[in-house]
């Protein structure tokens, strides 16, 4: 198991499962994110990319971020850092850097999880719905507020809820600044699964181990290929899927996907 030092996160690896965790750690300030932790959570991923580098195949497998405390999985940006700049440029550092926080999460190769219990409001909605898939426990509120401060969401909130939930939708959430419950929140088609407070450590468990037996490079040519469809145009993004599904057919996990099959055995993948 490997562990690295941050102020603002905790930050975790698990070379027998690779399984990987990022954790908001500002429970006195409800998650409340700063620009320290922005920086973090971008180096986080990068030490995530890196170990990647540095292995004989995928060191990944999923990464699950979740937050300290028993209150918010984040409240939002950090109001007080936003006070006193007058300057467009100093302004503008704000949504660049946080933009860069989400893309961060939401482009690592690797499918990312988040798990969230209890208050999920501004910039830490942005950064569960940078994520891949979001569970959730039914105490956890959510919410795009933004709109109160004469702002709309700076880490692209209404663009990236627009392809979740829909665009009028994301346009009514992110325009009223309402506050939604867990259960509004899957019917809205904005989290994956709500459970009891108690369970959810459990099932998100069992979902990553799930995704953790999976062929690694399949489960990052999937990401890829659905994160695409946002990029170019629905044609081009067919396309672009079977290139990967020509590159995918001549791997070794592929090899052995097959045998595995053939042999009527569990398949053991190494992300080769």
């Given at each position: ?11 975790h690896f ?35 990319a890196e ?222």
């Open positions: 198991m490997s562990d690295t030092e941050f102020d603002t996160i905790e930050w698990d070379e027998d499962s690779g399984i990987g965790s990022v954790t908001l750690d500002r429970p006195d300030a409800m998650n409340a994110i700063d620009e320290t932790m922005q920086r973090e959570v971008i180096e986080a991923f990068d030490r995530f170990l990647d580098d540095e292995a004989d195949g995928v060191a990944v497998s999923a990464v699950v971020m979740d937050a300290a405390g028993d209150k918010a999985f984040s409240s939002g940006l950090d109001l007080g850092e936003m006070q006193g700049l007058d300057d467009h440029d100093e302004k503008k550092m704000i949504p660049d850097l946080f933009s860069d926080a989400t893309d961060a999460i939401e482009s690592y190769e690797a499918p990312v999880v988040a798990k969230v219990d209890g208050l999920c409001l501004g910039g830490g909605f942005e950064f569960a719905i940078a994520c891949d898939f979001r569970y959730v426990s039914e105490d956890s509120t959510f919410g795009q507020p933004e709109v109160n401060f004469g702002l709309l969401p700076g880490g692209g909130a209404a663009q990236r809820l627009s392809t979740i939930i829909g665009v009028s939708q994301a346009k009514e959430l992110c325009m009223t600044g309402k506050h939604i419950s867990a259960e509004e929140a899957l019917e809205y088609g904005a989290v994956n699964e709500v459970h009891p407070g108690e369970e959810l450590d459990d099932a998100v468990d069992e979902f990553v181990n799930t995704l953790a037996e999976k062929p690694p490079l399949a489960l990052r040519a999937i990401k890829d290929a659905s994160n695409m469809t946002r990029q170019v145009g629905y044609e081009e993004a067919i396309e672009y899927g079977g290139h990967i599904w020509v590159t995918m057919s001549q791997t070794d996990d592929h090899a052995e996907g097959m045998e595995a099959f053939a042999e009527d055995r569990e398949p053991e993948f190494h992300g080769r």
